[in-house]
Nanobody, 126 residues
Framework: QVQLKESGGGSVQAGGSLTLSCAIS????????LGWFRHAPGKEREFVAH???????TYYSDSAKGRFTVSRDNTENVHLQITDLKPEDTAVYYC????????????????????WGQGTLVIVSS
C-alpha cells in the first residue's frame, strides 16, 4: 500500500526559503506521478505543482511559477522548494499521488489524485 509522508514545514519569516519533502513508501516499482497542493485557512485547497515520475516533467500553478520548484531525487522522495516566502504562502502543504498520467487541466484537480499524505504546516510571518 502506497503511503506518503510530508516533512520540512515550519515557521519562517517572509523572504526566507523552505524545502518540503514527500517520502513515498510501498510503491513496489509502480509509477506514480506526484502533485503538491496547499490549503490555507479560510480558502479552498489549491494546486501548487506536479511532477511526472518517469521523465520529470513539471507543472506549476500561475501563483507558484518563479518561487516554487518541484523535483525528485534518486530515492523515493519528491521535494518542493519555496523561495522568497510570503505570508500568503501560509498553509498546510500536501503531496498527493496518482497512477494515472494526468493531462492538463486534470492534474490541477485534487480529485484526480488517489493517495494523500497528512500534510505539513508552513507558517510565514511578516
Amino acid at each position: 500500500q502506497v503511503q506518503l509522508k510530508e516533512s520540512g514545514g515550519g515557521s519562517v519569516q517572509a523572504g526566507g526559503s523552505l524545502t518540503l519533502s514527500c517520502a513515498i513508501s510501498g510503491r513496489n516499482r509502480v509509477t506514480y506521478d506526484l502533485g503538491w497542493f496547499r490549503h490555507a485557512p479560510g480558502k479552498e485547497r489549491e494546486f501548487v505543482a506536479h511532477i511526472r515520475w518517469t521523465e520529470g516533467t513539471t507543472y506549476y500553478s500561475d501563483s507558484a511559477k518563479g518561487r516554487f520548484t518541484v523535483s525528485r531525487d534518486n530515492t523515493e522522495n519528491v521535494h518542493l522548494q519555496i523561495t522568497d516566502l510570503k505570508p500568503e504562502d501560509t498553509a498546510v502543504y500536501y503531496c498527493a499521488a496518482t497512477r494515472a498520467t494526468l493531462r492538463l487541466p486534470y492534474l490541477y484537480n485534487a480529485v484526480a489524485y488517489d493517495i494523500w499524505g497528512q500534510g505539513t504546516l508552513v507558517i510565514v510571518s511578516s
